[in-house]
């Protein structure tokens, strides 16, 4: 059974910072582009960032480009995602996902593994 599971997630105030992590198991997902994808209340599901299968290669929102940093073991099968200068609008529930190719992609439906998600609160 394929599981991706982050932890990290919690209260903080703006200006803060966070680092969120994501295990998988049940599959090796060193060939696989992975990502963080957030969810605001009322809002759709948008792309934060995305890693290239060897972690050579990243990408960022616009939003959190500059404050956020993508990075992956694969020896462990691992992602993390550190958040500094966090603030209000970074509130949300974050996923970690794993994509069907080996390319950053900023496409949700090009992922087709995904945690449950962990919380992220920032208080202004």
């Known amino acids: 059974q394929v599981q991706l599971v982050e932890s990290g997630g919690g209260l903080v105030q703006a200006g803060a910072s966070l680092r969120l992590s994501c295990a998988a198991s049940?599959?090796?997902?060193?060939?696989?582009?992975m990502g963080w994808f957030r969810q605001a209340p009322g809002k759709e599901r948008e792309f934060v960032t995305a890693?290239?299968?060897?972690?050579?290669?990243?990408y960022y929102a616009d939003s959190v480009n500059g404050r956020f940093t993508i990075s992956r073991d694969n020896a462990k099968n691992t992602l993390d995602l550190q958040m500094t200068n966090l603030k209000p609008e970074d509130t949300a529930v974050y996923y970690c996902?794993?994509?069907?190719?080996?390319?950053?992609?900023?496409?949700?439906?090009?992922?087709?593994?995904w945690g449950q998600g962990t919380q992220v609160t920032v208080s202004s």
């Open positions: 996902a794993a994509s069907r190719y080996s390319d950053v992609d900023s496409r949700t439906y090009n992922y087709n593994y």
């Open positions: 049940g599959r090796n997902f060193s060939s696989n582009a």
């Open positions: 890693i290239n299968w060897r972690g050579s290669s990243a």
